[in-house]
């Protein structure tokens, strides 16, 4: 191996294929812990809100908070990462949350809410940058977009079961959705913190001294102009989905099941696009995946049937699943694994600014016209794709052309 190719590219780093297998599972254990009690907490957290007589104005700012704080948080948490391991950001970010879930349940204003659920975005944007780096340096690019998939399957996986549950317990008993969330994610903690792998890792990655500067590449700038155009889309999808189903007549309970439609496939198809990602070009394998995303969100509008919506939130999500793998590839590719928590926090932030823009202006032109939220959501995100795929033009998007390119150097 060239003494300039990262580790984390082309071997297994600390133990064998087993130990990277292993450790990627433990991981997915912790990542659906955590969205399963995020996910039974968000769909019933604004109702509860309103029962105890926020105004909607506090309650759009409490649920815009959570994205705020991941925007403030993800990039120093992918930092602390880099210098500090990955376990210790893991376990601050899980206990955090568990806290902050519990500390609802304390007698306090409506504004205590905001606080805490902006200390409950921050924390799950500190796990999300520091599980994707560690899954990043324990497996090497030939493996990575199969070992992304399977922490991608866990969250989405979470985020439906997570609603179904809050949906059975109900508003009326939030107070056992907030143990419910707590537990789950002092449970997540667990495998963190008996996990041997992990703590191997972070030994391999220590840093002695100060952080070398990461260098801003084609990939990495290819992978955030990416991240931005599917944020631009979930966005709008977050403010003004359920609208424009209700908008068709659609009953609360065919709004609820086009959100699981559009999730359910994510579950099961990102493992294909993991296998994809690892034996063909992901540059065409993401910009594929992403301009489907585009072409949809500008489509919705124009689809009157309320069942042909739902239909196509399925197929939908097969290109989309396509991506994600194929994104992770190129945004980790020829990168040391001291560079993984700030390029993941990079990243991280680069959507969840982009969610938080669009989230925050979609409902406002959805009431000048119910089209033009989509509409300018995928048609700024294609315009974006032109630059993604100019950055990515240059960029080896196989495993063979990454090993190629170094011997070459």
Not at 138 to 148: N, Q, S
């Amino acid at each position: 191996m060239p003494e300039n190719l990262p580790s984390s590219d082309h071997g297994d780093g600390v133990g064998t294929k087993r130990d990277a297998d292993r450790l990627v599972n433990r991981l997915s254990i912790v990542v659906f812990f955590e969205w399963v009690g995020a996910g039974a907490l968000l769909p019933l957290l604004p109702l509860y809100l309103r029962d105890r007589g926020a105004s909607t104005s506090l309650i759009g700012i409490t649920m815009a908070s959570f994205f705020v704080a991941g925007l403030i948080f993800q990039y120093p948490s992918g930092r602390l990462a880099d210098r500090y391991g990955r376990k210790p950001v893991l376990l601050v970010g899980l206990l955090a949350y568990a806290v902050a879930s519990l500390a609802y349940l304390l007698p306090s204003s409506n504004y205590s809410f905001l606080i805490l659920r902006f200390v409950q975005g921050g924390a799950a944007g500190a796990v999300e940058v520091a599980s994707l780096a560690l899954v990043s340096s324990a497996v090497p690019l030939a493996r990575r977009g199969r070992a992304i998939s399977k922490i991608f399957s866990a969250q989405l996986g979470g985020t439906v079961i997570g609603p179904l549950i809050g949906s059975f317990v109900g508003v009326q008993h939030m107070a056992i959705i907030f143990v419910l969330v707590a537990i789950l994610c002092t449970t997540a903690a667990i495998p963190v913190l008996t996990s041997s792998a992990i703590e191997a890792h972070d030994e391999q990655d220590a840093v002695e001294g100060e952080l070398k500067k990461i260098k801003m590449n084609r990939a990495l700038l290819g992978a955030m102009g990416g991240a931005v155009a599917l944020g631009l889309c979930v966005g709008a999808y977050e403010a003004c989905w359920s609208l424009l189903m209700q908008s068709r007549h659609a009953t609360n309970l065919e709004i609820g099941l086009s959100w699981t439609l559009f999730s359910l496939p994510y579950v099961f198809l990102v493992r294909a696009g993991g296998w994809l990602a690892d034996h063909y070009d992901r540059r065409k394998l993401a910009l594929t995946g992403l301009s489907v995303s585009m072409c949809f969100c500008i489509m919705w509008p124009f689809v009157s049937s309320i069942y042909l919506l739902m239909v196509l939130c399925f197929v939908e999500a097969i290109g989309s699943s396509m991506s994600l793998p194929s994104i992770q590839g190129l945004l980790t590719q020829q990168r040391s694994p001291q560079e993984l928590g700030r390029v993941q926090g990079l990243y991280a932030t680069a959507q969840t600014a982009s969610i938080a823009i669009s989230a925050s202006i979609a409902g406002t032109f959805f009431g000048i016209n119910r089209a033009l939220p989509f509409v300018l959501a995928g048609g700024i995100g294609g315009f974006v794709l032109i630059g993604v795929a100019i950055a990515w033009s240059k960029v080896p998007g196989t495993s063979s052309d990454v090993l190629a390119l170094e011997n070459n150097s």
